[in-house]
């Protein structure tokens, strides 16, 4: 508090230099002051079974109870939730050659209600149900080599139970958002040759806005910051048995700020380099730069006003002993 009055002080910004004394103490008119208290407690068992040299099957199931509560200082009220949540998993396996491997998997999880932020544990959030995920994926992975791996995968994840903010009562949640996300993604890792490493891969992402939440929030629309396209390589080569480059990009098309499409972050690029020295057989000194080339980007967003800027050229340097 400035002054002991006021949690703001009003100064000229052309001499925004004031000498006003501060004062540390809780603000009495707001409910800013909890305690909290988690109770949390799970068992699960899966077993993965060899049918033979070609065909193995995956069973799981989880069990979960979740108890949280928040009890505010200031106001003294409590709100608290329990859930007990069960979540199944099944999946198969083709291995028709040693290095191949065909899979399909089904899963279910849930997130429980227990605050994006942990100081904002509100009515409206103690009685919000658990998101539900129900993820079905099918993919491929192959061993080229002993040293290098290619995999794909197709998937469908519905989600539902999605809190959305209730436009009529601030501080409450519609708990029928659901959006469907589909998707395809490819990947390398490993060693192409002696010298040359890489790992990297290529995702198509649609999530989509299945049911109407809001006036602005309605089915189809995107679902914000899922960028449609994204790339990522990142090249490791040898120079020398102690010294070594590394050379990254990553790349995402456009997304929006937030599931009304109505703010669009633009698509960018970004460069990283990396340099790494073996100083001995158990010293490495490296040194990383994030955004080689200085890229102007837009990170990410919390809303339609509050938008995060990409981090300007960063270098970090290291030195990584191991005992």
Do not use: C, M
């Not at 103490?25 to 002051?33: I, K, S, V």
């Not at 028709?96 to 997130?111: C, E, H, I, R, T």
Request: zero cysteines.
């Amino acid at each position: 508090f400035g002054n002991n009055l006021a949690t703001s002080v009003v100064v000229n910004p052309l001499s925004p230099l004031t000498r006003a004394p501060v004062t540390f103490r809780n603000n009495g008119t707001t409910d800013a002051n909890f305690t909290y208290n988690l109770g949390l407690a799970a068992v699960y068992a899966q077993d993965q079974i060899d049918l033979n040299e070609y065909v193995q099957i995956v069973g799981g199931l989880r069990y979960d109870y979740f108890d949280f509560s928040s009890q505010g200082r200031v106001t003294g009220l409590t709100n608290a939730r329990v859930d007990n949540l069960v979540s199944p998993r099944a999946g198969l396996v083709i291995k028709p050659l040693a290095n191949l491997a065909f899979y399909g998997s089904y899963s279910v999880s849930y997130l429980p209600s227990s605050g994006d932020q942990i100081g904002s544990f509100t009515p409206g959030l103690a009685i919000a149900k658990p998101e539900g995920f129900q993820n079905l994926e099918v993919g491929v992975k192959y061993d080229v080599t002993p040293t290098f791996q290619v995999t794909g995968a197709l998937y469908n994840l519905d989600r539902t139970n999605q809190r959305i903010a209730d436009p009529n009562r601030p501080g409450f949640f519609l708990t029928s958002g659901q959006t469907n996300t589909q998707g395809a993604e490819i990947g390398a890792n490993g060693y192409l040759t002696d010298w040359w490493q890489v790992a990297g891969g290529y995702a198509f992402t649609d999530a989509r806005i299945e049911s109407n939440t809001s006036t602005t929030i309605v089915k189809g629309n995107t679902v914000g910051l899922v960028p449609f396209n994204s790339v990522s390589l990142w090249n490791k080569f040898d120079i020398t048995t102690e010294f070594g480059i590394g050379i990254g990009v990553i790349h995402q098309t456009h997304t929006f700020a937030t599931s009304d499409d109505t703010v669009r972050l633009p698509s960018y690029t970004r460069f990283d380099l990396g340099l790494f020295y073996q100083v001995t057989e158990s010293v490495r000194a490296q040194v990383n730069i994030e955004n080689l080339f200085d890229r102007r980007y837009i990170y990410t967003a919390d809303n339609n006003q509050n938008i995060t800027p990409g981090a300007p050229r960063t270098i970090r340097a290291q030195i990584i002993a191991k005992f």
